[in-house]
């Protein structure tokens, strides 16, 4: 009853109202804390009703965001291997090539001062099981390691599964990984998301970019011959400037995405591009558990309808990509 007032009575909010990704924040964190405690029919329909305004079909999903909310409800094994940032390193090096990991530095159960005080280069440490927890070291000589050790230990007792329901993090077991820090001109490099929409034998892709992250946040989606997907994602300003152009890797970047995306219906390959040179950060089977509105409404449909259902994942078949040095003749790049 008290949830049917809250959606039905005197807080019914349009999305289209809310400004400021600050205040959006804000209020899913309150409808979070009201519902923390329900079970999972009535959490996971009342956060889709509140962002879509329509309940979630779990029987026979057909949007792309219903799929993803099945996903987080009924995860896949495969989706706890692959979103573990230390495990996904195997699977990456098997299906595309050592080349396409970011340098590595070292995997602890904890860190301590005096191990990070032994990295001189610039690193990144970040929790395995979550997102977000993070932490670019620009200067080690001038960080605080006692103050970075206790906040990155810390991290490894944080129930990142349930602050969205992300069943699938609950099965990774919690650990601190550290890599090379990839910078460009002293700051950390764009970052590409590469979602891959499989039905069958078809393959759909799209490249989300988002830039200004710490000043004046945009984002925008292309298709795979980098031309303006006719989507967006609703909250968001689309680019403008050089942040339209295509990096210098894309075919390559889009290559390697369908290596690494091919057992599944759907997947999000996030990399880094430095120069000509891209780099996987990440798998993603979730994204953001959720939580996007697409602009316009029909797109969440029409892309929906291009990512297979019920998905079959199996990781031991074997691949119909083959990985090659020869692409455009330079070393690791991939061809099919």
Not at 79 to 103: C, H, M, N, T, W
Not at 274 to 288: H, M, N
Not at 294 to 312: C, M, Q
Request: aromatic fraction near 12%; include cysteine.
């Amino acid at each position: 009853m008290t949830i049917r007032h809250y959606f039905s009575g005197g807080f019914v909010i349009s999305v289209e109202t809310i400004e400021g990704h600050e205040r959006m924040r804000k209020l899913r964190s309150l409808i979070y804390q009201l519902l923390k405690k329900s079970p999972d029919t009535i959490y996971f329909h009342a956060i889709y009703l509140y962002l879509h305004r329509r309940f979630c079909n779990f029987r026979s999903p057909t949007s792309v965001s219903e799929k993803i909310f099945y996903r987080m409800r009924y995860p896949d094994p495969a989706f706890s291997i692959l979103a573990d940032k230390v495990a996904v390193r195997d699977y990456v090096i098997e299906r595309a090539g050592q080349q396409y990991l970011v340098p590595f530095i070292g995997v602890y159960d904890t860190v301590t001062e005096d191990q990070l005080k032994q990295i001189q280069e610039p690193f990144v440490i970040k929790a395995n099981h979550s997102a977000g927890q993070v932490k670019v070291v620009k200067e080690p000589g001038q960080t605080d390691m006692a103050e970075l050790a206790q906040e990155a230990n810390q991290w490894l007792s944080y129930d990142y599964a349930g602050q969205h329901r992300e069943k699938h993090y609950r099965n990774i077991k919690p650990q601190l990984v550290i890599e090379k820090a990839l910078l460009v001109n002293g700051e950390v490099p764009a970052d590409y998301k590469v979602l891959v929409l499989n039905n069958g034998n078809e393959q759909e892709i799209y490249i989300q970019l988002i830039a200004g992250r710490f000043t004046d946040i945009r984002c925008q989606f292309f298709t795979e011959d980098w031309q303006i997907a006719p989507f967006n994602r609703r909250g968001y300003k689309p680019l403008q400037g050089d942040d339209l152009k295509a990096p210098a890797c894309l075919e390559e970047m889009i290559q390697v995405a369908k290596a690494l995306s091919e057992p599944f219906s759907f997947c999000r390959v996030d990399f880094f591009v430095v120069g000509e040179r891209c780099y996987v950060g990440e798998l993603t089977f979730t994204p953001v558990a959720g939580e996007f509105v697409l602009d316009p409404v029909s797109a969440d449909f029409e892309l929906g309808r291009k990512i297979d259902f019920p998905e079959h994942i199996d990781l031991k078949k074997p691949s119909r990509y083959s990985m090659t040095s020869s692409m455009s003749g330079n070393a690791g790049r991939a061809s099919i």
